[in-house]
Antibody
Framework: EVQLVESGGGSVQPGGSLRLSCAAS????????IHWVRQPPGKGLVWVAQ????????TYADSVKGRFTISRDNAKNTLYLQMNSLRGEDTALYYC??????????WGQGTLVTVSS | QSALTQPPSASGSPGQSVTISCTGT?????????VSWYQQQPGKAPKLMIH???KRPSGVPDRFSGSKSGNTASLTISGLQTEDEADYYC??????????FGTGTKVTVL
């Protein structure tokens, strides 16, 4: 069974940092592109970032470019999202998502990030 | 990276059909067949319903279908059932090698 389990969320002040993790199991992690998608409370889905199978290529939404960094450790079957210079508008539930081919077929349950003073 | 435009709501009685539109530009929806649709029930993670514009993953009922014309993609739910009541989102690959989601549509079964 495919499982994606996010962790690392929490409350942080504006300007602060957090690192999210996503532990994958039940599939060959190193053969899939993986994404982060977020959902602000009561609002819609927003794509955040993606990373290639070998970790050498990544792209980001304009809203997080230069502040967030996506990375992966295929030996540990784990995806990361380093979030710096956090803002109130980054408050959201962050999902780790598997992508077989330009779509998102498996989602974690999400980890909540709250940015507030 | 503006969100794709979806109607905020759609509704129908059990057994009827409902169609949700998803309008983008030639840089996303119109330029690629990489459009997919997701169903999100309250408090749950989204679920893939349609990928590559028209393809249905295993286990998704055949009353769900997708199409595209120009810069607008559509999801049709035929034979609406009470369990179809949920939020629906489209997404598309874009020409900057990123993705963009739609604004979301709440489907109500009357």
């Amino acid at each position: 069974e495919v499982q994606l389990v996010e962790s690392g969320g929490g409350s942080v002040q504006p300007g602060g940092s957090l690192r999210l993790s996503c532990a994958a199991s039940g599939f060959t992690f190193s053969t899939y592109w993986i994404h982060w998608v977020r959902q602000p409370p009561g609002k819609g889905l927003v794509w955040v970032a993606q990373i290639s199978t070998d970790g050498n290529f990544a792209t980001y939404a304009d809203s997080v470019k230069g502040r967030f960094t996506i990375s992966r450790d295929n030996a540990k079957n784990t995806l990361y999202l380093q979030m710096n210079s956090l803002r109130g508008e980054d408050t959201a539930l962050y999902y780790c998502v598997r992508s077989p081919h330009y779509d998102f077929d498996s989602w974690g349950q999400g980890t909540l990030v709250t940015v507030s003073s | 990276q503006s969100a794709l435009t979806q109607p905020p709501s759609a509704s129908g009685s059990p057994g009827q059909s409902v169609t949700i539109s998803c309008t983008g530009t030639s840089s996303d929806v119109g330029g690629y067949n990489h459009v997919s649709w997701y169903q999100q029930q309250p408090g749950k993670a989204p679920k893939l319903m349609i990928h590559e514009v028209t393809k249905r993953p295993s286990g998704v009922p055949d009353r769900f279908s997708g199409s595209k014309s120009g810069n607008t993609a559509s999801l049709t739910i035929s034979g609406l059932q009470t369990e179809d009541e949920a939020d629906y989102y489209c997404t598309s690959f874009t020409d900057t090698n990123t993705y963009v989601f739609g604004t979301g549509t709440k489907v109500t079964v009357l």
